[in-house]
């Protein structure tokens, strides 16, 4: 929300979304950033950056970053973490959101997908990689997922409309596909990070997962075929190997 500069101890700035002053926040213990002076912040949809954020961000060009996006029509006014020179606009989201947010942020941005950090839970990516089960697709790649976690990372993202890829601090990232929230049964596609990254730069489409009989049935209150879903160490070179 600095604007081009990056935030240094003793800098001021003036906020490209309101024109308010800002400055920069240089502590010890949180990751320098810049805030408003007035700490009341411009966009409600805004949170505060972690070092996750800015690492994503770090992968596009900085002329891409905290776009502000307006609706001709309202003129509402939004940052998006990112907005390609194609139209595309990325969030990265660590914090919990509202689904009237979610469905919100949709709404406005339109051409949209979602990064979110899997990691946020402190057992979140212990749980999922207890409950990976192996390949139940191969075109495209497929995996099966049981959900023992408490938190409700997948409940809670089930809802988006728009793509939706969940980090768990691995070499590639997890589409999610499908999501039973009763069942906690769920479908995610593998893709590597790079791959996506350079996806997403050049503007080309995204791989779709059709809902066939089988990812439907894998997802299902009493799954048809339970057995091969159950995680098991052998499937774990060849998840790696998807990245």
Same mark, same amino acid.
């Given at each position: 929300?600095?604007?081009?500069?990056?935030?240094?101890?003793?800098?001021?700035?003036?906020?490209?979304?309101?024109?308010?002053?800002?400055?920069?926040?240089?502590?010890?213990?949180?990751?320098?950033?810049?805030?408003?002076?007035?700490?009341?912040?411009? =966009?409600?949809?805004?949170?505060?950056?972690?070092?996750?954020?800015?690492?994503?961000?770090?992968? &596009?060009?900085?002329?891409?970053?905290?776009?502000?996006?307006? =609706?001709?029509?309202?003129?509402?006014?939004?940052?998006?973490?990112?907005?390609?020179?194609?139209?595309?606009?990325?969030?990265?989201?660590?914090?919990?959101?509202?689904?009237?947010?979610?469905?919100?942020?949709?709404?406005?941005?339109?051409?949209?997908?979602?990064?979110?950090?899997?990691?946020?839970?402190?057992?979140?990516?212990?749980?999922?990689?207890?409950?990976?089960?192996?390949?139940?697709?191969?075109?495209?790649?497929?995996?099966?997922?049981?959900?023992?976690?408490?938190?409700?990372?997948?409940?809670?993202?089930?809802?988006?409309?728009? !793509?939706? &890829?969940?980090?768990?601090?691995?070499?590639?990232?997890?589409?999610?596909?499908?999501?039973?929230?009763?069942?906690?049964?769920?479908?995610?596609?593998?893709?590597?990070?790079?791959?996506?990254?350079?996806?997403?730069?050049?503007?080309?489409?995204?791989?779709?997962? !059709?809902?066939?009989?089988?990812?439907?049935?894998?997802?299902?209150?009493?799954?048809?075929?339970?057995?091969?879903?159950?995680?098991?160490?052998?499937?774990?070179?060849?998840?790696?190997?998807? &990245?």
């Amino acid at each position: 929300m600095g604007g081009t500069s990056s935030p240094a101890p003793g800098l001021k700035g003036i906020c490209k979304n309101c024109e308010m002053p800002m400055v920069a926040k240089c502590g010890q213990h949180n990751i320098w950033h810049w805030a408003h002076k007035s700490r009341v912040n411009c =966009d409600p949809w805004w949170e505060t950056e972690t070092e996750w954020h800015r690492s994503w961000k770090n992968w &596009f060009p900085k002329e891409w970053h905290e776009f502000i996006q307006s =609706d001709p029509d309202t003129g509402e006014k939004h940052i998006a973490d990112v907005k390609t020179d194609r139209g595309l606009v990325i969030e990265f989201q660590h914090s919990v959101m509202a689904p009237e947010e979610l469905m919100s942020r949709e709404q406005f941005y339109q051409n949209m997908v979602w990064i979110v950090d899997g990691c946020r839970g402190e057992l979140d990516a212990r749980h999922f990689n207890l409950g990976l089960g192996g390949p139940i697709s191969d075109n495209p790649v497929a995996y099966s997922l049981h959900w023992y976690g408490r938190s409700k990372l997948f409940d809670n993202w089930i809802q988006a409309t728009k !793509p939706v &890829f969940v980090d768990f601090g691995q070499i590639g990232l997890w589409r999610l596909v499908l999501y039973n929230r009763t069942s906690k049964r769920g479908v995610l596609g593998p893709i590597n990070r790079e791959h996506l990254v350079e996806d997403i730069t050049q503007g080309k489409p995204l791989e779709e997962w !059709p809902m066939t009989d089988v990812l439907q049935d894998s997802v299902a209150d009493i799954p048809k075929a339970d057995a091969p879903h159950l995680h098991n160490r052998e499937n774990d070179d060849a998840q790696l190997a998807l &990245f």
